[in-house]
């Protein structure tokens, strides 16, 4: 086994471990929607079953043969991480969730309950309906509205 095969064995098992790893990040610290997080548990088990494959494969095999195989793996590879990256990267693209501005809410009504809970009624300035928003509050902050503003 020469170098040149040892880092290609290298180079596949790492491109997998990276991929797996980036789902299981976004899976732990990012809000997905059901169909997104089961694309990336797909992923995830795609990445698992070739990387076993390819080990399996790799230490099976003749000697003579073992360079033509880590090599043709590692173009193959290459492939579907490069589609992996893209499938990954367009779930920040394709995030639906917009936050909403807080000057797009007109304050009605707010009062201090005993348990230092500040509660304010809160209408969009573009809707007629109320919506109740428990606000938890800094002591210095009680005399400002929702808006921010202190009066």
């Known amino acids: 086994m020469t170098a040149k095969t ?6 596949v098992l790492e491109l997998y471990i990276f ?15 059901p169909k997104a997080a089961k694309l990336y548990k797909i992923i995830i088990s795609v990445d698992i079953i ?5 080990l399996i494969k790799y230490f099976t095999m003749d000697n003579k043969n073992v360079h033509n195989y880590v090599s043709t793996s590692l173009d193959i590879t290459i492939v579907i991480w490069i589609l992996e990256v893209i499938i990954i990267a367009f779930k920040g693209i394709s995030n639906t969730t917009k936050p909403v501005q807080r000057e797009s809410f007109d304050l009605k009504e707010e009062f201090l309950t ?7 009624y809160s209408q969009r300035k573009k809707e007629n309906n109320f919506k109740g928003t428990i606000v938890f509050m800094h002591p210095d902050y009680y005399k400002s509205d929702l808006n921010g503003r202190v009066w």
Do not use: D
């Open 6 to 11: 040892i880092y290609y064995l290298i180079t």
């Open 19 to 33: 991929s797996v790893g980036a789902c299981i990040y976004i899976m732990r610290y990012e809000t997905l929607s």
């Open 50 to 54: 070739l990387s076993s494959l390819f």
């Open 114 to 120: 005993e348990e230092n809970v500040k509660i304010c």
